[in-house]
């Protein structure tokens, strides 16, 4: 109780300081917004908050970029008020007459024929979010010469206020979620109560900081700042929780996971908010780009697609083919029969929860399931180890770059959860148990036929290594078999084949059977060259290479630290994985080789200096902005 009695008062103290620096940091937010407002861009040598624009260009008296139609100017947040607008722009070439109009909300302003480069000066009032908002619109010609149809040249972008404003409530709201992550990254990272008061108050400064000399601006390096706050707290939640809530095991973990689903939540909301900004890095990166290239700044991004429609991606169309269509071979759009049945019967099972909106069912099960296979393991790995390690796997599982993953539309989550009642069911001796987990896991995700033999030698430790007598728990190893032959029945009946499932990832994705040292001399040969592979450009196959280094470690802890069940468990995990020619959806295959995890919290517990979190998290951030996205990224 001394330990909690000191916790309180920190707490009450801290709370305290806490509410007096926000009040003091909302009263300079304000005053500040009182001040007038002069943002000036340079169309062509800087970033500018203009949406649908050519490449920037420059030639011996000014630098420039050509719209290619529709553009949006989005000062997002200016505060409320009126604001007068200057933007120096001409016809294409400077010269070439199109026609020009300008919408701001429901008014539509038309300026006519504009040739010659010079200045339009318009006045805007901020719209009820704070946001100044002008919709240049224009006629597109293709000059001789020319393989791009151009609509106006734009030079210059000036913001002015014309009188006092307000902080509209997304400033405040963006204000206090950067106070909020820095509170309780600081409370939980730093003792000294005097010294998190400090922080906190600096932590304040830089919040009226980033509000003051960003209003105007784009809205990107706001935004960012608000994911990167929450990010850090979740960090500091992960790393460092008080001892008091991990002694409540499970509740910690259904915290942790809570809190994991929101700060991600918070990532894709600036991700798609941003997202046009993100594209030169990304196609950089990765090799599918082309999709960010078209993207143009939206006024705001709906809700629904926050937490829901953004988690649709890639293999999750395929997953979603099946609730809908059923099994298509051979393939006219859909080559789904490379996926188990399991995952989209689930879905189907909820449709009528969710009034037949598949995308949103599909998340509800990932989602429970994340949830049941979060309190799965740390009840085992408690029994096993102790508290700080299971909250500790859990933590390392949720921090890892791809572990997003499981909160979106793809059979990992399920998969997990089963995998996790298997080794509940080995560890309390409930081999029945254990063996259905089996049977249902091998249905979802094709390393789950694996866990037979591990089942199977499970017994065996059991039971001295002697034959053990016969009883039911026989049926056991023979039931995670068991699931993928009735899906191979299944094909052969409906198809005429018992391994189409396997010819559809050989004729679709190119994916053969191969020893571990091919793909892993593939990987070294791409990033050595400097080359290009369908797997992902080399800048990602570095990451591919490190995560196949860093699981082939975890492996070896793993068997040489762990009972043998767990270390048998993840080869079978990780087997189907490395023995294949491809690595491109090796950073996600690896989510279910859960006792790696439980490895690498037990080397971080040993050996803090190894809690990699900060780059973790931001591989995770960057990762699932790219993901909702709609870039492929495993």
């Known amino acids: 109780m001394v330990v909690d009695r000191q916790f309180f008062w ?20 304000v005053a500040l917004h009182l001040m007038p407002l002069r943002a000036v861009y340079d169309v062509g040598s800087q970033p500018v908050p203009i949406s649908s624009l050519y490449a920037p260009e420059r030639n011996a008296t000014m630098s420039y970029a050509y719209s290619q139609g529709r553009s949006l100017i989005l000062a997002p947040m200016v505060g409320a008020g009126a604001y007068e607008v200057l933007v120096r722009m001409g016809g294409p070439g400077g010269r070439d007459l199109v026609p020009v109009s300008i919408a701001i909300g429901e008014r539509s302003i038309a300026i006519g024929d504009v040739g010659s480069i010079r200045v339009f000066r318009v006045l805007a009032p901020a719209d009820a979010r704070g946001a100044l908002a002008l919709h240049l619109t224009s006629a597109t010609s293709q000059p001789p010469g020319e393989t791009r149809r151009l609509g106006l040249l734009l030079d210059h972008l000036e913001i002015r206020s014309t009188g006092w404003a307000l902080p509209s409530l997304r400033t405040l709201g963006v204000a206090l979620t950067l106070m909020g992550g ?39 390096p706001v935004l960012w700042s608000v994911a990167g706050a929450v990010v850090a707290a979740f960090g500091a939640l992960a790393a460092h929780p008080p001892s008091w809530l991990v002694r409540r095991t ?35 990166i990765v090799s599918d780009a082309g999709s960010l290239s078209a993207l143009t700044i939206p006024l705001s991004v709906p809700f629904n697609q926050v937490i829901g429609t953004a988690w649709s991606q890639w293999d999750s169309r395929l997953y979603l083919s099946i609730v ?54 740390a009840d085992v790995v408690r029994r096993d180890f102790d508290a700080q390690i299971a909250y500790r796997s859990i933590a390392t599982l949720l921090c890892f770059p791809t572990s997003f993953f499981l909160g979106a539309v793809y059979a990992e989550s399920v998969a997990l959860a089963l995998l996790a009642l298997t080794l509940w ?31 199977a030698l499970a017994l065996l430790e059991h039971a001295g290594w002697r034959r053990p ?33 396997m010819q559809t990832q050989r004729d679709i994705w190119d994916q053969q059977a191969s020893p571990p ?49 767990y270390g ?21 295959y690896v989510l279910l080789a859960l006792p790696a995890f439980i490895a690498a919290a037990m080397l971080i517990e040993r050996r803090p200096m190894l809690l990699a979190t900060p780059l973790a998290l931001i591989l995770l951030a960057w990762a699932t902005a790219l993901f909702v996205n709609g870039f492929f990224v495993g």
């Open 10 to 29: 920190y707490s009450a103290f801290f709370a305290w300081g806490s509410l007096v620096t926000g009040i003091a940091m909302l009263a300079a937010i």
């Open 182 to 220: 820095a509170w309780l990254a600081i409370f939980l990272l730093v003792d000294d109560r005097r010294l998190a008061l400090v922080l906190l108050a600096l932590a304040a400064i830089g919040t009226v900081w980033v509000v003051w000399v960003l209003r105007g601006q784009s809205a990107s």
């Open 250 to 284: 499970l509740i910690a973990v259904a915290v942790l996971v809570g809190m994991w689903r929101v700060t991600l939540w918070v990532v894709a909301w600036a991700a798609l908010q941003t997202g046009a900004w993100l594209a030169p890095l990304a196609q950089w």
């Open 324 to 377: 809908t269509l059923g099994y298509q071979h051979p393939p006219e759009e859909y080559a789904n029969m490379a996926f188990l049945p399991l995952y989209p019967l689930l879905i189907r099972m909820a449709l009528p929860f969710t009034g037949g909106d598949a995308v949103t069912a599909g998340l509800i099960v990932s989602h429970g399931a994340l949830f049941t296979a979060a309190l799965i393991v």
């Open 425 to 455: 069911g080995l560890r309390r001796r409930r081999w029945l148990l254990a063996g259905v987990a089996g049977f249902l896991l091998s249905l979802t995700r094709l390393p789950g036929v694996l866990m037979a033999p591990v089942i």
């Open 469 to 501: 007598p016969l009883a039911r728990a026989y049926l056991a190893p023979l039931l995670p078999a068991l699931g993928l032959g009735l899906f191979m029945a299944y094909q052969w009946w409906r198809f005429g084949s018992p391994f189409l499932f």
């Open 517 to 565: 040292w091919v793909q892993l001399s593939m990987m070294i040969e791409t990033i050595s060259a400097g080359a290009d592979h369908w797997s992902g450009r080399w800048t990602t196959r570095v990451f591919q290479l490190l995560v196949w280094l860093t699981f082939a470690g975890l492996t070896a802890a793993a068997l040489r630290r762990l009972p043998l069940v």
């Open 568 to 588: 048998l468990t993840t080869i079978a995990m990780l087997a189907p994985a490395y023995l294949t020619n491809v690595s491109h959806s090796l950073p996600r």
